[in-house]
């Protein structure tokens, strides 16, 4: 599959058939995009259909007068995308018998678009316009990150463009949610949707904004009830509906959603650490032994969480499942666990802090929010770095 040539991506894959053509003036069920892009002769223009399994992509040469011509046979609108260069694009939506006319120049496509033909691309036009600002607003606090993270007042200054970022994205979501609220039924709000602020940072999911998503797909239903985006939402719509279901059965006698309980015990030396040391951050309450094998071999991954998440407010506390307390030191320095919270009753299967957290086996984890409330359970590897992405990171592509 084809790298996607922007940075908001769709997360909704259609299933459609495309017939591709080239007219000037359409026929029944097909649209046309007749273009001007000055400063492109002889290049191509490349036009990626979203609405389409794979995102065909389509190369339609531009003439020496900067002009090109594009139709397509459908009997649906068109989610396409174009564009000579990554990362700089357009997104129109093509509706059936369409004729679009567009203006650009090669040096930005976006910024310089002047489009008339379809009332749908225009909505798009002004939803991207806002969009690729704060994506560009975004990269320029990664940029600055990166080129300080070593900067000895790194925490403070993490802190201050996490906060920043954190406006940025939800400026951005207030301003997609009354799009969406007030154009419920437009395939801009559906695309919309789809937009992200980093690589990890959808601006809507499912379990978050479950509503929205049911709102635009009741709209789609009503208005476009054959189309393949349609019926692509509503079969995501639902099956996010029955994950959630599913979920919530697995999380029942979880401790999802709860206080977590405080922890105090003593770490190899004897001094006691207590979770509640820990208020304000998220906290990864790691469950662990030195004889358990998929314990140690998570370790690695810890590690490499722990470097790229330690200075936005995130810590790890491990509770060691033990009887030997040299075992366990020997394995802290073994498997270079450096962070400071590492605790155990040295009682094995019988600690009672096991049995606070219901651990029924380990390794066993639970992600705790600022205010001591489970957000997540279990989670391991790509797992646990895309939801501290989610939760720590609004700065696009700082753990990249």
Not at 81 to 110: C, F, M
Not at 178 to 205: C, E, M, V
Not at 254 to 274: C, E, M, R, Y
Not at 384 to 393: Q, V, Y
């Amino acid at each position: 599959m084809k790298q996607l040539p922007f940075k908001p991506i769709i997360i909704f894959v259609a299933t459609a058939l495309i017939v591709l053509g080239s007219a000037c003036q359409p026929a029944a069920d097909q649209f046309t995009i007749n273009g001007t892009i000055k400063g492109a002769a002889g290049d191509y223009i490349k036009i990626m259909d979203m609405s389409s399994p794979g995102f065909p992509v389509d190369s339609v040469p531009i003439d020496l007068n900067h002009g090109f011509s594009y139709s397509q046979q459908t009997s649906q609108p068109k989610d396409l995308i174009l564009y000579l260069r990554q990362p700089d694009y357009i997104r129109l939506v093509a509706g059936v018998n369409e004729v679009i006319i567009i203006q650009s120049n090669k040096t930005a496509l976006l910024e310089n678009l002047q489009l008339s033909g379809s009332e749908e691309s225009a909505l798009v036009k002004d939803l991207l316009i806002k969009h690729v600002h704060s994506v560009q607003v975004i990269d320029t606090l990664e940029k600055y990150y990166l080129k300080n993270q070593m900067q000895p007042n790194i925490d403070d200054l993490a802190s201050r463009l996490t906060h920043m970022a954190d406006s940025v994205y939800r400026s951005e979501k207030n301003y997609l949610k009354n799009f969406i609220a007030s154009n419920p039924g437009s395939i801009a709000a559906y695309i919309a949707l789809s937009f992200k602020l980093g690589p990890n940072r959808n601006l809507f999911t499912l379990q978050n904004d479950l509503s929205l998503f049911e709102m635009v797909d009741t709209a789609l239903q009503s208005r476009y009830d054959t189309i393949a985006i349609s019926k692509m939402l509503n079969s995501y719509v639902l099956r996010g509906k029955m994950q959630q279901q599913r979920q919530n059965k697995q999380h029942e006698g979880s401790l999802i959603g709860q206080k977590a309980p405080d922890i105090a015990l003593p770490n190899v030396w004897g001094d006691t650490l207590s979770l509640s040391e820990l208020k304000g951050k998220y906290v990864l309450v790691d469950f662990w032994g030195s004889w358990c094998r998929p314990c140690r071999s998570e370790h690695e991954n810890l590690r490499k969480t722990y470097r790229m998440f330690r200075y936005k407010g995130f810590e790890i506390f491990q509770v060691a499942i033990e009887r030997n307390k040299t075992d366990w030191k020997n394995t802290l320095s073994e498997d270079k666990l450096y962070w400071k919270y590492q605790v155990s009753e040295l009682n094995y299967m019988e600690s009672e802090t096991a049995k606070a957290y219901r651990v029924k086996a380990i390794p066993a984890n639970y992600l705790l929010d600022p205010n001591g409330i489970v957000v997540a359970q279990n989670l391991y590897g790509d797992a646990l770095i895309g939801k501290l992405n989610e939760l720590l990171n609004p700065i696009a592509g700082v753990t990249k």
